[in-house]
């Protein structure tokens, strides 16, 4: 499903040159369960904004689907991105004047689709898990936990190829975080592909395949 065939990632020239990513290669295939594992520094959000297509490379190739994206015009990526890749942030990323049922739609919005044929599946996806009665209640009515799994509906509403997650239990309690890792694992069993990027040991070892990147390398796991 995603390819990354030498790729570099680098900020800056000369002596204020930073090197974020260093000749990555990396195959993540589909129905994968996969962690991104490393301390901080160590290239895990730019990792992310590679493999969720936010950013180019300065160096290699990334194929999505057997297709090489480094080529395409941002539009075209824009495309892409938001309709096969979803995304779980740390912070939620929930708008606030929105309730739950208006958040989980939000990329319906954005790609202009048909919102009656998605407003069933977001109630559906909402009640799988546990917020059918939360429907009208906006971010501010929610608890992080509650917040956390409108931001997972949302990044399932158009049904993408691939979820990545990043530090998805991080400003979380640990039962919260619990329950999201069981939505997490759940969503691996029905088939979904998933990498969740985090810097917590015992996280990554809920997951199936575990990446280990230091220095903006992967020392271990490729």
């Known amino acids: 499903m995603l390819k990354l065939e030498h790729v570099s990632k680098i900020y800056g020239r000369g002596d204020a040159k930073t090197i974020a990513l260093d000749d990555i290669n990396l195959h993540i295939k589909k129905r994968e369960y996969t962690s991104i594992l490393g301390p901080s520094g160590s290239g895990k959000s730019t990792m992310l904004h590679i493999i969720g297509l936010l950013d180019k490379p300065t160096k290699g190739k990334v194929y999505f689907n057997g297709k090489e994206t480094t080529s395409l015009t941002d539009e075209e990526i824009s495309q892409l991105r938001g309709k096969k890749i979803g995304f779980i942030f740390q912070a939620y990323n929930l708008i606030p004047s929105l309730n739950a049922l208006e958040n ?21 996806l909402l009640k799988k898990i546990g917020l ?91």
């Open 104 to 124: 989980t739609l939000l990329p319906v919005y954005i790609h202009d689709l048909d919102i009656s044929k998605y407003k069933k599946k977001a109630i559906e």
């Open 132 to 222: 059918g009665k939360r429907l009208d209640h906006k971010p501010n009515q929610l608890s992080g936990g509650q917040q956390q799994r409108v931001a997972i509906a949302r990044a399932l509403i158009l049904d993408p190829d691939i979820l990545l997650a990043d530090e998805p239990t991080g400003n979380l309690d640990s039962e919260s975080g619990e329950e999201v890792l069981g939505i997490f694992k759940e969503l691996h069993k029905e088939g979904k592909t998933l990498v969740i990027i985090t810097h917590d040991e015992h996280i990554a070892k809920r997951t199936k395949r575990i990446i280990y990147l230091k220095d903006g390398k992967i020392i271990k796991g490729e």
